[in-house]
């Protein structure tokens, strides 16, 4: 079971990018699959929840800084979920990773919901 994140880099404050979760060795569809990003300087525990793709739904959940800008979606293979970030902003700049919950709509780290986590991709806003 793995989930591996990409499609991160160095974008120009007002850029977009798209980011990928591609999960194997479950049925993605099963599980909720939720972003999260590690700001410069900040600890695993200070990660923060920005978005989440439920697994029954397909409801989407955003953490309120992010509205407007985040877009959550699964690929109609299904084992792909991405993050389309818009409107790129410096305070964008993170390590974004993706993880499988069992728990729809949470974007807690630290909830004890998440037990795959990927490596992380970098994304960095800078002109």
């Known amino acids: 079971v793995q989930v591996v994140e990409s499609g991160g880099g160095l974008v120009q404050p007002g850029g977009s990018l798209r980011l990928s979760c591609v999960a194997s060795g479950f049925r993605s569809g099963d599980f909720a699959i939720s972003w999260f990003r590690q700001g410069p300087g900040k600890k695993r525990e200070e990660r923060e929840g920005?978005?989440?793709?439920?697994?029954?739904?397909?409801?989407?959940h955003y953490t309120d800084s992010v509205k407007g800008r985040f877009t959550i979606s699964r690929g109609n293979a299904g084992n792909t979920v991405y993050l389309q970030i818009d409107s790129l902003k410096p305070e964008d700049t993170a390590v974004y990773y993706c993880?499988?919950?069992?728990?729809?709509?949470?974007?807690?780290?630290?909830?004890?919901?998440?037990?795959?986590w990927g490596q992380g991709t970098q994304v960095t806003v800078s002109s």
């Open positions: 993880a499988r919950g069992k728990y729809n709509s949470d974007l807690r780290p630290l909830s004890g919901n998440f037990d795959y």
């Open positions: 920005v978005a989440c793709s439920s697994s029954s739904d397909g409801s989407t």
